[in-house]
Structures are given as C-alpha cells and as structure tokens.
C-alpha cells in the first residue's frame, strides 16, 4: 500500500461524495499563496467534521488552531444561523488569511476569531462564560495538547464531543522513547484521556491525502 493509492483514494472518495466547491478550492489557494504551510484538514476529513457538528447539533463550537480557516469553514456551515465558531489562532499572518478566507466563503458572521496563544485564550473564554460548547476541535501546537484537552474540559457540558487531530503521526505515537515534543505531547494526551472518568474516549487510524494520521474522538459523560 503506498501513500499515492490512499491520495487517489481520498480523491475518489471526494469526487463522489463532496459537492464541488470552488470556493473551499480558492480558500486553499489563497492559503498557498500567502505561504501558509499545506496542514489544513483534508476536504473528507472536513466534512467528517462537518457531520460530527451536526451530529451534537452543535450551536457553539471551539476549534484549537485556525490557520487560513479551511476547518472552520467546514464547522461554520454545519452550524445554524445563530450558532458560532470560536477559533484561536497564535500566528498574526494565519489570522489575517483566515479572516479573508471567512470573507470569501460568507461565514464570517458565524466566526469569532481570537488572535492569541490558545493557552491565554482560553481562561478568558472561561471568565467570559463563553462555554459550554458542543464541540471542540483540537488542531494546534501539539506538545500543548494536554492543557487543551484540559481546558476543553472545563469549557465543555456532558455530551460535548471533543476531537483532536493527529493522534497517529505516522505511526510515531507508539514511540515510548520519543524527546520529539509533539509526541510526547499526544502521548500525555493519550494518558490524560485513559485515566479521565468524564471521558469516553477512542482514536480512528486514517490514510488519505494527508498521509497517515488520526483523530481522538472524546465524549465527555
Ligand atoms: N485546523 C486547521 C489547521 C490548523 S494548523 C485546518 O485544519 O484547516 C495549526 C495552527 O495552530 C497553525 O495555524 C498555528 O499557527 C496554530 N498554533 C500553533 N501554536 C498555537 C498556539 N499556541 N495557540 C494558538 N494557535 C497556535
Ligand atoms: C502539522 C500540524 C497539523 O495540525 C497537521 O494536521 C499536520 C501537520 C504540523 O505541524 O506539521
Ligand atoms: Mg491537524
């Protein structure tokens, strides 16, 4: 099995069963163009998130990691009119190009855009009574991954989906021995959410466009 069958398979699978979408295409290429690293979601993954969304019935949703918006775009829509996507981002330029993103695509009124690390965010969020909310997407810097799933916590109610991206890392995850930080990141992540009583918690393996990775599909009690 090489990476290229998954890729043509992840595209087959989009051909079928995605409508086109010219607009998330032109999201991804203003994303290029503005140098943005290609990290993003891949279109089946978003719209798995997309269904997760609608799933809970989502109206407030927490997305950990921005970058140009693709993710969020995909969450934005699977919200009704008066729900909302609180989504941080740290980096200035990501921002900038997500804010255009949500411009382009017609979401930016169900957007609340924080520029900021996440780990200062996110007790505002909480002074704020921004929560609960219905689903978190964790997909930021992932040595932090532990603190966000603390937080995701805090800011969650009991049948809150929180689901975080690449728990698999090409395999790396069983690397008991890694100093790589990310690693020993998702690791904790995983100790933290084996032991947490307020969690029902597993992790899909997934090959696609974006390689070999996963998400953590915890469900908080
Ligand atoms: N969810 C996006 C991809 C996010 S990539 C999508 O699928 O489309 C990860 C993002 O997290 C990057 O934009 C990076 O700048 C941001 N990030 C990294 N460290 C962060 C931090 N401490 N706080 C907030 N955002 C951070
Ligand atoms: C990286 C981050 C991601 O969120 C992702 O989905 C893929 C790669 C990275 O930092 O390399
Ligand atoms: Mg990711």
Wanted: overall charge negative; proline content about 5%.
């Amino acid at each position: 099995m090489s990476a290229r069958l998954w890729e043509e398979v992840d595209a087959y699978i989009v051909e079928r069963l995605l409508p086109a979408d010219p607009v998330l295409e032109e999201v991804l290429a203003a994303s290029a163009a503005e140098g943005l690293p290609a990290i993003s979601v891949s279109a089946a993954q978003g719209q798995m998130l997309a269904i997760f969304a609608r799933m809970v019935g989502a109206r407030r949703i927490l997305e950990i990691g921005t970058l140009g918006g693709y993710s969020t775009i995909f969450l934005a829509r699977a919200l009704p009119e008066d729900g909302v996507v609180v989504t941080l981002e740290a980096d200035p330029h990501h921002a900038e190009v997500a804010r255009a993103n949500f411009a382009r695509a017609g979401i930016a009124g169900k957007v609340d855009l924080r520029v900021a690390r996440a780990i200062e965010t996110l007790p505002q969020l909480e002074a704020e009574g921004a929560g609960p909310f219905d689903l978190v997407f964790i997909d930021a810097d992932k040595p932090s991954n532990p603190d966000y799933l603390h937080w995701a916590l805090r800011l969650s109610r009991p049948g809150t989906l929180i689901v975080c991206d690449n728990v698999v890392r090409d395999g790396r995850v069983i690397d008991a021995q890694s100093t790589d930080a990310s690693v020993v990141g998702v690791r904790r992540t995983y100790d933290f959410a084996g032991v947490e009583p307020r969690l029902t918690a597993t992790a899909v393996q997934t090959v696609g466009a974006k390689g070999y990775d996963g998400f953590a599909l915890l469900l908080v009690e």
